[in-house]
T-cell receptor
């Protein structure tokens, strides 16, 4: 099946720094990718829809200036958590849809961010 | 707005026993329904999906789910659970309007398997 890879899988940073998380579709092209956030023992909450070549669409309550999303190519979307604070610590998961397959989303393995 | 409810936060079953995880959804039109499994610290793996047609769908790892429109349910079942099935399970609903791209997830059910 199609593969979506995230990097890094774990990152620890100091408060106030920015962290970039990459999401790559390895063997297919994805015009749309999705970023989710998952708090411990909770479900996934959609943060934003990343559109190749255009601005991301953010869900209500998600700060676009805080969570910068760039979808520069058909195989790469990046999420940058700017000026990170401890409350941004979470598990971030991306997903992408294989244009050649009907309706199936493939998920990355997730990136765990810990802000000290 | 679409929503998904998984009534059971935790379920413990003995290895070899049957399993049913409940999922109820709310959506005004034809839903796309999914079950995903997540192992600790990992991403999500698709177990099965329902778009249309036969309401009983077969998935990977011996799982199946049945779509019951009258009950707005999409329960996941497995006849005999293995210890490796211990994980978090998420039911999700997507809209047919966008081919299920934007998913709404249930709260998840954590499955524990006793030896």
């Amino acid at each position: 099946g199609a593969v979506v890879s995230q990097h890094p899988s774990r990152v620890i940073c100091k408060s106030g720094t920015s962290v970039k998380i990459e999401c790559r579709s390895l063997d297919f092209q994805a015009t749309t990718m999705f970023w989710y956030r998952q708090f411990p023992k909770q479900s996934l909450m959609l943060m934003a829809t990343s559109n190749e070549g255009s601005k991301a669409t953010y869900e209500q309550g998600v700060e676009k200036d805080k969570f910068l999303i760039n979808h520069a190519s058909l195989t790469l979307s990046t999420l940058t958590v700017t000026s990170a604070h401890p409350e941004d610590s979470s598990f971030y998961i991306c997903s992408a849809r294989d244009q050649g397959m009907t309706g199936e989303l493939f998920f990355g393995e997730g990136s765990r961010l810990t802000v000290l | 707005a679409q929503s998904v409810t998984q009534p059971d936060i935790h379920i413990t079953v003995s290895e070899g026993a049957s399993l049913e995880l409940r999922c109820n959804y709310s959506y005004g039109a034809t839903p796309y329904l999914f079950w995903y499994v997540q192992s600790p610290g990992q991403g999500l793996q698709l177990l099965l999906k329902y778009f249309s047609g036969d309401t009983l769908v077969q998935g990977i790892k011996g799982f199946e789910a049945e779509f019951k429109r009258s009950q707005s349910s999409f329960n996941l079942r497995k006849p005999s659970v293995h210890w490796s099935d211990a994980a978090e399970y998420f039911c999700a609903v997507g809209s047919a309007n966008n081919a299920g791209n934007m998913l709404t997830f249930g709260g998840g059910t954590r499955l524990m398997v006793k030896p």
